[in-house]
Nanobody, 117 residues
């Protein structure tokens, strides 16, 4: 069964760091060419793309997180990571992983990131 499970969120002060993890089922990770991505959503707004990584490790970032966030993947562990540094209050959201482009049935519960002093 195709499944994505996010973890690693929490409360952090502005300027702090968090590392998110996304454990993917092999059926998602093993599809040749599957790029993986992180997205985020705040209440009342549409879900937005944050970062993505190709099957070969090429990374892409939205302007709002470039130079602060780093996406990576461990194909042996079927896991995608998002290292978030220099966090700002506007980074607070529920973070989700999915393929890029996203597939609706893959959306998981997400992990909450709160940035507050």
């Amino acid at each position: 069964q195709a499944q994505l499970v996010e973890s690693g969120g929490g409360l952090v002060q502005p300027g702090g760091s968090l590392r998110l993890s996304c454990a993917a089922s092999r059926s998602i990770f093993s599809v040749s060419g599957n790029a993986m991505a992180w997205y985020r959503q705040v209440p009342g707004k549409e879900r937005e793309w944050v970062a993505s990584i190709s099957s070969r490790g090429i990374q892409y970032y939205s302007d709002s997180v470039k130079d602060r966030f780093t996406i990576s993947r461990d194909n042996a562990k079927n896991t995608v990571y998002l290292q978030m540094n220099s966090l700002k209050p506007e980074d607070a959201a529920v973070y989700y992983c999915n393929t890029r482009p996203s597939v609706s049935i893959y959306w998981g519960q997400g992990t909450q990131v709160t940035v507050s002093s």
